[in-house]
């Protein structure tokens, strides 16, 4: 590799480490936010959701748009959105700016993983594609591991506001970018953008998120906007979700279990901050130092997931992981109230527990889908993924404000809430191994009877 493609790849991967670290940056200052704006679970839960909702629509709509315009165009487009959304959300004067400022952060953040993963494809020859992929893929686990103690540290030193204040420092590389990524054509040859689809989707989306948060009559309006979406997707030349494939029912379920599995994790990264500032009474700096475990053993632990998979398969590593997901959520339920450092370690559990389910399924894809339809259902999977965190913060901020009787009688916590919001959790992952079953039993009737149709054919019964 060249010193002009180290550039590149480095000026990328610096980029994109940010975007990761807003999410668990924001997560671990979750409690300041309640404190300074006086919010409820609810209402702070937006904080996080919002910018995961949003970093998933615009990686959808920003990989059709790479297919016909520049890459370098569209990163300096993405980067922009980034930096005013930080800018507004470091001058905010109030919550509801500090909304607006997370959904632009939210959609020009999206636009730089993506974009890295398109041109790591097209600007490197076969043979350093893997590596570069790789260290893409490896700052997105870096930043989430890091943004834990950076945002604990920031928030009670400097305050909320550095939080903002310390993603303009992701523009830093931005030259480097430029100078060295080749120069494309201006547009490039491709069907048009489905942009109503894609604000009927975003609109649908939001409006169930706002149904669970804000009042259930916008579930109403939720339906009509996804009526409408499937309406458009199925007469648009190139629909912004091709639904067709949803036909696939495993993969549909693998989609599911996808979705389970990420509410049911960023349930835990949003209830462990509230339970420990309130619970543990901690300060934000050490629950930074009580999540940053978690985010760090999948990156030294992946590459032997990996090798587990390869020689286990899929369906163990989901079926084993469930598991001890569903065990230390229960674990998590019992011990509300006791040592930091317990949760810190059931949270490694679940961290990498979370990390080997996303794994097995994004291969399980290849294996439910023939060859040409991978790359979109990859791209489904991970729209999931996201949606699944958005997800994740509204239904169990929405449950913590329900003030819950025990339901646990081994925690004596004086606040069950948190310890019911972990059996929430647990009973997901559950609904997760129940799909994982029915799939296996879905796909091994239709193996049999693809073998019985060969059979017949074969000796003409």
């Given at each position: 590799?060249?010193?002009?493609?180290k550039?590149?790849?480095?000026?990328?991967?610096?980029?994109?480490?940010?975007?990761?670290?807003?999410?668990?940056?924001?997560?671990?200052a979750i409690?300041?936010?309640?404190?300074?704006?006086?919010?409820?679970?609810?209402?702070?839960s937006w904080?996080?959701?919002?910018?995961?909702?949003?970093?998933?629509?615009?990686?959808v709509?920003?990989?059709?748009?790479?297919?016909?315009?520049?890459?370098?165009?569209?990163?300096?487009?993405?980067?922009?959105?980034?930096?005013?959304?930080s800018?507004?959300?470091?001058?905010s004067?109030?919550?509801s700016?500090?909304i607006?400022?997370?959904?632009?952060?939210?959609?020009?953040?999206?636009?730089?993983?993506?974009?890295?993963?398109?041109a790591?494809?097209?600007?490197?020859p076969?043979?350093?594609?893997?590596?570069?992929?790789?260290?893409?893929?490896?700052?997105?686990?870096?930043?989430s591991a890091?943004?834990?103690i950076?945002?604990?540290?920031?928030?009670?030193?400097?305050?909320w506001?550095?939080?903002?204040?310390?993603?303009f420092?992701?523009?830093?590389?931005?030259?480097?970018?430029?100078?060295?990524?080749?120069?494309?054509?201006?547009?490039?040859?491709?069907?048009?953008?489905?942009?109503?689809?894609?604000i009927?989707?975003?609109?649908?989306?939001?409006?169930?998120?706002m149904?669970?948060?804000?009042?259930?009559?916008?579930?109403?309006?939720?339906?009509?906007?996804?009526?409408?979406?499937?309406?458009?997707?199925?007469?648009?030349?190139?629909?912004?979700?091709?639904?067709?494939?949803?036909?696939?029912?495993?993969f549909s379920?693998?989609?599911?279990?996808?979705?389970?599995?990420s509410?049911?994790?960023?349930?835990?990264?949003?209830?462990?901050?509230?339970?420990l500032?309130?619970?543990?009474?901690?300060?934000?700096?050490?629950?930074?130092?009580?999540?940053?475990?978690?985010?760090?053993?999948?990156?030294?632990?992946?590459?032997?997931?990996g090798?587990?998979?390869?020689?286990r398969?899929?369906?163990?590593?989901?079926?084993?992981?469930?598991?001890?997901?569903a065990?230390?959520?229960?674990?998590?339920?019992?011990?509300v109230?006791?040592?930091?450092?317990?949760?810190?370690?059931?949270?490694?559990?679940?961290c990498?527990a979370?990390?080997a389910?996303q794994?097995?399924?994004?291969?399980?894809?290849?294996?439910?889908?023939?060859?040409?339809?991978?790359?979109?259902?990859?791209g489904?999977?991970?729209?999931?993924?996201?949606?699944?965190?958005?997800?994740?913060?509204?239904?169990?901020?929405?449950?913590?404000?329900?003030?819950?009787?025990?339901?646990?009688?081994?925690?004596?916590?004086a606040?069950?809430?948190?310890?019911?919001?972990?059996?929430?959790?647990?009973?997901?992952?559950?609904?997760?191994?129940?799909?994982?079953?029915?799939?296996?039993?879905?796909?091994?009737?239709?193996?049999?009877?693809?073998?019985?149709?060969?059979?017949?054919?074969?000796?003409?019964?």
């Amino acid at each position: 590799m060249t010193r002009k493609q180290k550039l590149l790849l480095y000026s990328m991967c610096y980029m994109v480490l940010f975007n990761a670290m807003n999410v668990t940056m924001m997560n671990v200052a979750i409690p300041e936010f309640r404190k300074v704006f006086i919010l409820t679970p609810s209402e702070v839960s937006w904080i996080t959701a919002i910018f995961s909702l949003f970093n998933g629509i615009a990686a959808v709509a920003i990989g059709k748009l790479s297919d016909r315009f520049p890459v370098r165009r569209l990163f300096v487009i993405g980067m922009a959105m980034f930096m005013v959304g930080s800018l507004i959300g470091f001058m905010s004067p109030n919550y509801s700016v500090i909304i607006i400022a997370r959904i632009l952060q939210g959609i020009g953040g999206g636009t730089l993983p993506t974009l890295s993963l398109v041109a790591a494809a097209r600007y490197f020859p076969e043979k350093q594609r893997g590596y570069a992929l790789g260290m893409v893929f490896s700052m997105v686990a870096l930043g989430s591991a890091i943004g834990p103690i950076m945002g604990g540290f920031l928030t009670d030193s400097f305050g909320w506001r550095s939080l903002f204040l310390i993603s303009f420092l992701s523009i830093i590389t931005l030259p480097f970018y430029l100078k060295y990524a080749p120069k494309e054509e201006e547009v490039k040859t491709g069907s048009r953008f489905d942009m109503v689809g894609a604000i009927l989707f975003m609109l649908a989306i939001t409006s169930l998120l706002m149904g669970i948060n804000v009042t259930a009559w916008l579930f109403i309006i939720a339906v009509i906007f996804f009526v409408l979406f499937v309406w458009q997707a199925q007469n648009a030349n190139e629909p912004f979700i091709k639904i067709d494939i949803l036909k696939n029912i495993p993969f549909s379920l693998v989609l599911f279990m996808g979705l389970l599995n990420s509410i049911a994790y960023m349930a835990m990264i949003f209830i462990i901050p509230l339970m420990l500032s309130k619970v543990n009474e901690m300060s934000t700096s050490l629950i930074g130092l009580v999540l940053f475990p978690g985010g760090l053993m999948p990156i030294i632990l992946g590459s032997q997931i990996g090798i587990i998979i390869a020689n286990r398969g899929n369906r163990f590593m989901n079926q084993f992981s469930f598991t001890i997901m569903a065990i230390a959520f229960l674990a998590l339920s019992t011990i509300v109230g006791a040592s930091p450092i317990w949760i810190s370690v059931l949270l490694i559990f679940v961290c990498l527990a979370f990390t080997a389910n996303q794994s097995a399924l994004t291969n399980r894809i290849s294996e439910v889908l023939p060859s040409n339809e991978t790359g979109t259902g990859t791209g489904l999977f991970t729209f999931m993924i996201f949606l699944g965190a958005a997800f994740g913060s509204a239904l169990f901020s929405r449950f913590l404000e329900l003030n819950s009787k025990q339901w646990n009688i081994l925690n004596g916590s004086a606040d069950p809430s948190y310890s019911n919001a972990f059996i929430l959790a647990a009973i997901t992952v559950v609904l997760a191994m129940v799909v994982l079953a029915l799939e296996k039993s879905l796909t091994k009737k239709q193996e049999m009877r693809v073998h019985d149709d060969y059979f017949k054919d074969e000796f003409g019964l």
